[in-house]
């Protein structure tokens, strides 16, 4: 079973939340027990979990990256986006999720996020699921 | 089948060598050939492979991580764990990792760490497993 | 299902495309529908996704990384290659990818790099398929 879902992000770089969407569609493909990989199929953007609650922690994810990997840096890919391919393979772009009773299994404090680095765009997520 | 194993960490951060235990594990759970989806249900922490001879690696990879991203950098999150979160996004919370003949398919030199960023506290690793 | 594939790397540090090879094998073992697990058994390489169309976007990846994390910066590692020890960590030595129709399933830009960081050696990638 293979299904995208579609995000649509507002700024270059934003972190959006996606765990309800990816528990109603794993819920809807009739997935109770095994594991999903979730994947973007682009190359500027990524994949992670972390907080939920506090959307500073979002935030300093994306000012720390951009202290690290800043956008213009003597790149030699010239489409202006090298900084959003780098943190795509840092963050990483698939991310394997265990799945019990139709839901992802996640800590309490733990969120899905789709990772925006070259944004506003719409983008798509994929839902890989294999029963256990 | 998913399972929990509990892992304590004494330092704020620390990488905890838990290959052994995930074999056992693994052993008990009668998984002979498959995958698994080894994943930390915590926010601040990580779960990552790397050399399990040397402890020097460990403590390179603690202390560059901690240069890279200070503990206090004027993060907005409020509670002092921000690097914690940023580390957590980009080691990876969850790892999938074959399984032959009951183990762990390793590397000779690789090992499997819990890695604790905003320690000491008593953590969890969940291991699910999917068989071919 | 278990299979590796040889990679020869010809400098220190050299992103890989391993897109071909990876269908071929995934084709030739059979595998129509279900999800791979790749990995690299090696403590400093790693495997990722990125773009596969221009070349200098592997090469800001590998300068960019090397900026953050320089190959001799007082490591207590004393092989001379804790940096690869890190960046493997970072980019990660594991990756879930779905397949259908006996293909790997990416996005018109991404293509799999065998990632080395401490090279030139012979290398390799074990590819674990779980079918559907």
Not at 44 to 57: K, R
Not at 63 to 73: N, V
Request: hydrophobic share 40%; aromatic share 6%; with cysteine.
């Amino acid at each position: 079973m293979l299904k995208y879902i579609n995000v649509k992000s507002n700024n270059r770089q934003e972190f959006v939340d996606i765990t309800a969407e990816l528990n109603a569609d794993i819920s809807e493909m009739g997935m109770k027990d095994g594991i999903v990989c979730l994947f973007v199929p682009h190359t500027s953007a990524a994949i992670t979990i972390n907080e939920g609650a506090d959307p500073n922690v979002r935030r300093d994810v994306i000012t720390t990256l951009s202290r690290l990997i800043p956008k213009d840096a003597g790149y030699h890919h010239m489409e202006g986006n090298s900084d959003a391919h780098l943190k795509s393979s840092i963050i990483g772009a698939t991310l394997c999720v265990p799945v019990e009773e139709g839901r992802l299994v996640l800590g309490t404090w733990q969120a899905v996020y789709f990772c925006e680095f070259d944004g506003p765009r719409h983008r798509r997520v994929g839902i890989k699921a294999l029963k256990a």
